[in-house]
């Protein structure tokens, strides 16, 4: 059964920095590329991030762009998403999701529950 | 502003078909792929690719494209359809995921 489980969401003051992890079980992390997906409390989802399989493909959306940083640990079956010079508009649960390819493809067949980040003074 | 574009809300009677679209330049090269979220949940998957359905999905659910839309149709609607539905596919980069800002589906 493929599982991806989130953590390091907290109550964080803005301009501060925070590390998200996923840990994945449950299939061959290594042929998949992976993703991060936020959604704001009673919003649509917004990608965030992508990472190929072997992490030489990265993408962030343009709201992120130099503050985020997406990383694999093939190793450990583990996603993370180091953030920096949170806002309060990165305030949202956190989804980590799996791709249907070893490439960014977008197409994401599994996803965690998620983990909340509150940017907030 | 999202570069996919989905109405805000669907009805349909139970029983019934209804098509909630999606469209996109990006659709013109790149699949859509549909999520359905109930409230509180995570989203999941009933379209990915070229109409492909996870197993567990209902056949009811498929995907359609043509041109810049995207279309997720629901073939007799049942109750447990209610939901947020959300398409998103790769962006004109290639290497950026696009969503659309979603469609509130009421079965009536």
């Known amino acids: ?121 | 502003s999202s570069e996919l574009t989905q109405d805000p809300a669907v009805s349909v009677a139970l029983g019934q078909t209804v098509r909630i679209t999606c469209q996109g330049d990006s659709l013109r090269r790149y699949y859509a792929s549909w999520y359905q979220q109930k409230p509180g949940q995570a989203p999941v998957v009933v379209i990915y690719g070229q109409n492909n359905r996870p197993s567990g999905i209902p056949d009811r659910f498929s995907g359609s494209s043509s041109g810049n839309t995207a279309s997720l149709t629901i073939t007799g609607a049942q109750a447990e359809d209610e939901a947020d539905y959300y398409c998103n596919s790769r962006d004109s980069s290639g290497h950026h995921l696009v969503f659309g800002g979603g469609t509130k589906l009421t079965v009536l």
Not at chain 1, 67 to 72: D, K, Q, V, Y
Not at chain 1, 90 to 110: E, F, M, P, S
Request: charged letters at 20%.
């Open chain 1, 1 to 121: 059964e493929v599982q991806l489980v989130e953590s390091g969401g907290d109550l964080v003051q803005p301009g501060r920095s925070l590390r998200l992890s996923c840990a994945a079980s449950g299939f061959t992390f290594d042929d998949y590329a992976m993703h991060w997906v936020r959604q704001a409390p009673g919003k649509g989802l917004e990608w965030v991030s992508g990472i190929s399989w072997n992490s030489n493909t990265i993408g962030y959306a343009d709201s992120v762009k130099g503050r985020f940083t997406i990383s694999r640990d093939n190793a450990k079956n583990s996603l993370y998403l180091q953030m920096h010079s949170l806002r309060a508009e990165d305030t949202a649960l956190y989804y980590c999701a799996k791709d249907v390819h070893l490439a960014i493809a977008g197409q994401l067949d599994y996803w965690g529950q998620g983990t909340l980040v509150t940017v907030s003074s």
